[in-house]
């Protein structure tokens, strides 16, 4: 299918972007679980201001990046397998949606109260994992993005070009019960933690695809 080169061009931005944004937000996660950025380490500790900023940032942006990303694969696929990447981008709005929101009070809200050693009244928005609200709003928010990824690969033919792309996708979204549920059983959280390979793994093999895509004059 031709896409319009305007169509290609922000599909290799907003997929570039989510491939840098998610590789930013994964090294300092490894950091943060190494415990050097001041927490006690590992995948159960509260981040420290720091952490917030460094592990935030690229998350608050990732949302609104793999949203663009979505919408330009939507308008990229064939009118017959469109109602699959149409659902995948509703998923993906409602997952940037809600992991802004989450990521936003804390690096504006949250963050500097931490910092400030004031934290008497926000106990509801601490985000402490396993123990709190907004990290519950969190795992929901990258279960719906994994959906986003699982039904949006039914978007694709199964064909040698976009087969491996395909099945990336629908990797990413076979992750979504570990996400779902680690509220009830944290030690899911390895299994979750293959989102640091599935869905960079995507995002290289989406921009692949789009630097491959012809264009229509």
């Given at each position: 299918?031709?896409?319009?080169?305007?169509?290609?061009?922000?599909?290799i931005?907003?997929?570039?972007?989510?491939?840098?944004?998610?590789?930013?937000?994964?090294?300092?996660?490894?950091?943060?679980?190494?415990?050097?950025?001041?927490?006690?380490?590992?995948?159960?500790?509260?981040?420290?201001?720091?952490?917030?900023?460094?592990?935030?940032?690229?998350?608050?942006?990732?949302?609104?990046?793999?949203?663009?990303?979505?919408?330009?694969?939507?308008?990229?696929?064939?009118?017959d397998?469109?109602?699959?990447?149409?659902?995948?981008?509703?998923?993906?709005?409602?997952?940037?949606?809600?992991?802004?929101?989450?990521?936003?009070?804390?690096?504006?809200?949250?963050?500097?109260?931490?910092?400030?050693?004031?934290?008497?009244?926000?106990?509801?928005?601490?985000?402490?994992?396993?123990?709190?609200?907004?990290?519950?709003?969190?795992?929901?928010?990258?279960?719906?993005?994994?959906a986003?990824?699982?039904?949006?690969a039914?978007?694709?033919?199964?064909?040698?070009?976009?087969?491996?792309?395909?099945?990336?996708?629908?990797?990413?979204?076979?992750?979504?019960?570990?996400?779902?549920?680690?509220?009830?059983?944290?030690?899911?959280?390895?299994?979750?933690?293959?989102?640091?390979v599935?869905?960079?793994?995507?995002?290289?093999?989406?921009?692949?695809?789009?630097?491959?895509?012809?264009?229509?004059?």
């Amino acid at each position: 299918m031709n896409v319009s080169p305007s169509t290609r061009r922000l599909g290799i931005r907003a997929t570039g972007a989510s491939l840098a944004l998610s590789l930013a937000y994964i090294a300092a996660q490894i950091v943060e679980w190494m415990g050097l950025l001041g927490s006690a380490g590992g995948p159960n500790s509260a981040s420290t201001p720091l952490g917030i900023a460094l592990l935030l940032t690229p998350s608050l942006l990732l949302g609104p990046a793999f949203v663009v990303t979505m919408a330009a694969l939507h308008q990229a696929t064939p009118e017959d397998r469109r109602t699959f990447t149409l659902s995948g981008l509703a998923f993906a709005v409602i997952y940037a949606t809600l992991t802004g929101l989450v990521y936003f009070v804390q690096l504006t809200f949250v963050g500097p109260r931490i910092a400030a050693g004031d934290t008497q009244g926000i106990e509801l928005l601490l985000f402490v994992p396993y123990q709190s609200f907004l990290f519950a709003v969190d795992l929901l928010g990258y279960a719906l993005m994994s959906a986003a990824t699982l039904i949006a690969a039914f978007g694709l033919p199964d064909a040698p070009g976009t087969r491996a792309l395909r099945r990336a996708m629908i990797a990413n979204g076979a992750i979504l019960p570990f996400l779902a549920f680690q509220m009830f059983i944290p030690a899911l959280i390895w299994g979750g933690a293959a989102w640091g390979v599935t869905f960079p793994l995507a995002m290289a093999l989406l921009l692949r695809h789009w630097r491959g895509l012809p264009t229509s004059t």
